[in-house]
């Protein structure tokens, strides 16, 4: 299994709280993403990051910011949680070499709730 | 952006086949993977198609026909623990990949 642990693995919050979730690797990929997963939506891309400070906005980016001052960590923060926020939040990491089936290999997941 | 179709739920019995069919529209395809997910784990990548045809892992298969905008994953001998979700996912020419909703597999004795 790829090295990648995300933290914490279960948060219960309040609505306008603010939150960061965290995500480690220890394979030294350039490519990092946070996902959310929520039933009948499949997983849709938050934000990814290229490199060091190198990011970008997936498709469902309004409400969140992430952050890469390190190869094996990016965060993801909400500024003010909401309850539309609710959901399960995984992290992702990819090395792109050039081969083909270069994929995509997921963390264990964090679930939040926020309230 | 990429608009990915895949039914919701399937039910087969132990030992049957079971194929998992995929349309997707993509403005720059880069690859079509299939991931397998057990309820509450995370998803683990099963297999990869970018030419067109059948690629045979197991008792696992995928098919693309980029034409068509189709894959499907076989599923052949099914046993009990392949009860999962399975997810259609397909990488554009920036390496992101969109994922499909999943379809819940049900193996039954």
């Known amino acids: 299994d790829a090295g990648i642990t995300q933290s914490p693995r279960h948060k219960v919050t309040e609505t306008g709280t603010p939150v960061t979730l965290r995500c480690h690797q220890t394979?030294?990929?350039?490519?990092m993403y946070w996902y959310r997963q929520d039933p009948g939506h499949g997983l849709r891309l938050i934000h990814y990051?290229?490199?060091?400070?190198?990011?970008d906005k997936g498709e469902v980016s309004d409400g969140y910011s992430v952050s890469r001052s390190k190869t094996e960590d990016f965060l993801l923060t909400l500024e003010s949680a909401t309850s539309s926020q609710t959901s399960v939040y995984f992290c992702?990491?990819?090395?792109?070499?050039?081969?083909?089936?270069?994929?995509?290999?997921f963390g264990p997941g964090t679930r939040l709730t926020v309230l | 952006g990429q608009n990915i179709d895949q039914p919701t739920e399937m039910t087969a019995t132990e030992g049957a086949i079971v194929q998992i069919n995929c349309t997707y529209q993509?403005?720059?395809?880069?690859?079509l993977f299939w991931y397998q997910q057990h309820a509450g784990e995370a998803p683990t990548f099963l297999s990869y198609n970018v030419l067109d045809g059948l690629e045979e892992k197991g008792r696992f298969s995928s098919f693309l026909s980029r034409s068509k905008g189709y894959s499907y994953l076989l599923l052949k001998e099914l046993q009990m623990k392949d009860s999962a979700s399975y997810l259609c996912a397909v990488r554009d020419r920036d390496y992101k990949l969109s994922f499909g909703a999943g379809t819940t597999v049900t193996v039954r004795a």
């Open positions: 993509t403005s720059g395809f880069n690859g």
């Open positions: 992702a990491i990819s090395e792109l070499e050039g081969r083909g089936t270069d994929t995509q290999y």
């Open positions: 394979e030294n990929h350039r490519y």
């Open positions: 990051s290229y490199g060091v400070k190198d990011t």
